[in-house]
Nanobody, 125 residues
Framework: QVRLVESGGGLAHTGDSLRLSCVAS????????VGWFRQAPGKEREFIGV????????MHSDSMKDRFTVSRDNARSTVYLQMSNLQPDDTGVYTC??????????????????WGQGTQVTVSS
């Protein structure tokens, strides 16, 4: 069992940067990939990126790869989502997730079993 907790969300203005963090409050995800998703009001959950257990496997959404970067620091048991040049359309709930296996999950949320509760990011113009 892995319980994930996100932090770092809040209010930002257009052009700002934010860094979100994801840690395991129960269990550990050091041997698992961790992905980031977001969900805007009235929209479906959207894949942002995923990083493998040792950072060797990384995949980002094509639409966000120029501004959003997923990384991890296993010494701190933390996975990060660095966001830059934020826009109002980036407003939403940002959630980290981990699979139940040690493989390399992709873009589909169905490949992930453990989910945090999310952190709200609001970008004002």
């Amino acid at each position: 069992q892995v319980r994930l907790v996100e932090s770092g969300g809040g209010l930002a203005h257009t052009g700002d940067s934010l860094r979100l963090s994801c840690v395991a409050s129960e269990g550990t995800f050091d041997q698992y990939a961790v992905g980031w998703f977001r969900q805007a009001p009235g929209k479906e959950r959207e894949f942002i990126g995923v990083v493998g257990w040792n950072g060797g496997y990384i995949m980002h959404s094509d639409s966000m790869k120029d501004r959003f970067t997923v990384s991890r620091d296993n010494a701190r048991s933390t996975v990060y989502l660095q966001m830059s040049n934020l826009q109002p359309d980036d407003t939403g709930v940002y959630t980290c997730a981990a699979p139940s296996h040690s493989g390399s999950p992709g873009r589909s949320p169905f490949e992930y079993r453990y989910w945090g509760q999310g952190t709200q990011v609001t970008v004002s113009s």
